[in-house]
């Protein structure tokens, strides 16, 4: 009877991802489950068949939510379509509970609240502009089927007015607070996946790995500010000369990784050569290069291995070169 959920959370590990699902349903669930068992235990006045026909609607759209949960979202295959359906039908519940509950002044409304917050963390832009709209319809169409229920005309009052307030100021707050902590989930994601010297990518599943020869040489000789300038340049010029498909990264210290997908030993080998030969052409430093090609049911890290085995190959063979292996699949 509140949040639904976005395909993806962006930036959470998948093993956290799984358990604010959990908790997120369990909640939910919590809230549903006391609803129904009030109604049919009377515990919020008379049991009407209207109500009965609420309480069943709400429990039976939250079986079918715990199993699309459990069984579609959780294990990563989620249905577009349910997804945007089920904020729709979550706000639904809402409704359906507190007109059932036919009390105007019910503490149940604010409910309508904790969605929004759920929404904010969730949803941005147009697509939870249209939610929040959707709330404020829901709020303004309960409280108007409560006063009709009650014999009362149907007409705006100081009551539905302070709910509708209180309602987009909540739905403001949470749009704020979601896009604020949007942005520091993006911050902390690049923090943690960029090399903050070269603005690259920092070490994380690549297959090719590249080393400045004799760093340590410049560093005692011109400084390590001097050093730092290299190493940036250096992940520049590889950065500007690599495919769109390509990625590169800093592995640590003034190593370098290239992962190239969908590409022959030969077409690596040669990219290599161009980029060793541009590095010592712009820069003080030059570059060894070791190139290797995944095997099909190769491990990454057996990979790096035979990699890195070349580049120390080229720099115990006179350093400025470029040293592969012929294998039968490209990476």
């Given at each position: 009877?509140?949040?639904?959920?976005?395909?993806?959370?962006?930036?959470?590990?998948?093993?956290?991802?799984?358990?604010?699902e959990r908790q997120v349903l369990v909640l939910q669930s919590a809230i549903a489950g006391f609803f129904v068992a009030g109604m049919f235990f009377g515990w919020f006045g008379?049991?009407?068949?209207?109500?009965?026909?609420?309480?069943?609607?709400?429990?039976?759209?939250?079986?079918?939510?715990?199993?699309?949960?459990?069984?579609?979202?959780?294990?990563?295959?989620?249905?577009?379509?349910?997804?945007?359906?089920?904020?729709?039908?979550?706000?639904?519940?809402?409704?359906?509970?507190?007109?059932?509950?036919?009390?105007?002044?019910?503490?149940?409304?604010?409910?309508?609240?904790?969605?929004?917050?759920?929404?904010?963390?969730?949803?941005?832009?147009?697509?939870?502009?249209?939610?929040?709209?959707?709330?404020?319809?829901?709020?303004?169409?309960?409280?108007?089927?409560?006063?009709?229920?009650?014999?009362?005309?149907?007409?705006?009052?100081?009551?539905?007015?302070?709910?509708?307030?209180?309602?987009?100021?909540?739905?403001?707050?949470?749009?704020?607070?979601?896009?604020?902590?949007?942005?520091?989930?993006?911050?902390?994601?690049?923090?943690?996946?960029?090399?903050?010297?070269?603005?690259?990518?920092?070490?994380?599943?690549?297959?090719?790995?590249?080393?400045?020869?004799?760093?340590?040489?410049?560093?005692?000789?011109?400084?390590?500010?001097?050093?730092?300038?290299?190493?940036?340049?250096?992940?520049?010029?590889?950065?500007?000369?690599?495919?769109?498909?390509?990625?590169?990264?800093?592995?640590?210290?003034?190593?370098?990784?290239?992962?190239?997908?969908?590409?022959?030993l030969a077409k690596a080998t040669a990219l290599a050569d161009r980029l060793r030969a541009m590095v010592f052409e712009a820069t003080p430093a030059s570059v060894s290069i070791?190139?290797?090609?995944?095997?099909?049911?190769?491990?990454?890290?057996a990979v790096l291995k035979r990699a890195d085995d070349l580049l120390l190959s080229a720099k115990r063979t006179g350093k400025n070169a470029v040293r592969s292996t012929t294998?039968?699949?490209?990476?």
């Amino acid at each position: 009877m509140t949040e639904g959920s976005s395909p993806v959370l962006p930036a959470m590990p998948e093993r956290d991802q799984r358990k604010l699902e959990r908790q997120v349903l369990v909640l939910q669930s919590a809230i549903a489950g006391f609803f129904v068992a009030g109604m049919f235990f009377g515990w919020f006045g008379t049991r009407s068949e209207a109500a009965v026909a609420g309480a069943v609607w709400i429990a039976g759209y939250h079986a079918l939510h715990a199993f699309y949960i459990l069984g579609y979202r959780i294990p990563g295959r989620p249905i577009r379509i349910v997804e945007w359906l089920t904020p729709l039908l979550d706000v639904s519940c809402i409704t359906t509970a507190w007109v059932v509950l036919d009390q105007a002044q019910s503490p149940f409304w604010a409910v309508y609240l904790y969605a929004l917050v759920g929404y904010g963390r969730r949803y941005h832009g147009w697509r939870y502009f249209i939610l929040a709209s959707f709330i404020v319809v829901n709020v303004i169409a309960g409280r108007l089927a409560i006063s009709l229920n009650d014999g009362q005309a149907a007409m705006v009052n100081a009551d539905l007015l302070t709910m509708v307030v209180m309602t987009a100021a909540m739905a403001s707050l949470s749009h704020a607070v979601g896009s604020a902590w949007r942005q520091a989930e993006r911050r902390a994601r690049m923090l943690a996946e960029t090399d903050p010297l070269t603005g690259i990518a920092n070490r994380r599943n690549f297959l090719e790995r590249l080393d400045l020869d004799d760093f340590k040489r410049i560093n005692d000789e011109y400084g390590h500010l001097r050093g730092d300038d290299v190493l940036a340049q250096v992940a520049r010029l590889l950065h500007d000369n690599i495919r769109e498909t390509d990625r590169v990264a800093r592995y640590g210290g003034e190593e370098f990784i290239i992962l190239m997908p969908d590409t022959s030993l030969a077409k690596a080998t040669a990219l290599a050569d161009r980029l060793r030969a541009m590095v010592f052409e712009a820069t003080p430093a030059s570059v060894s290069i070791g190139c290797a090609v995944r095997e099909h049911g190769e491990t990454a890290g057996a990979v790096l291995k035979r990699a890195d085995d070349l580049l120390l190959s080229a720099k115990r063979t006179g350093k400025n070169a470029v040293r592969s292996t012929t294998l039968r699949r490209s990476a």
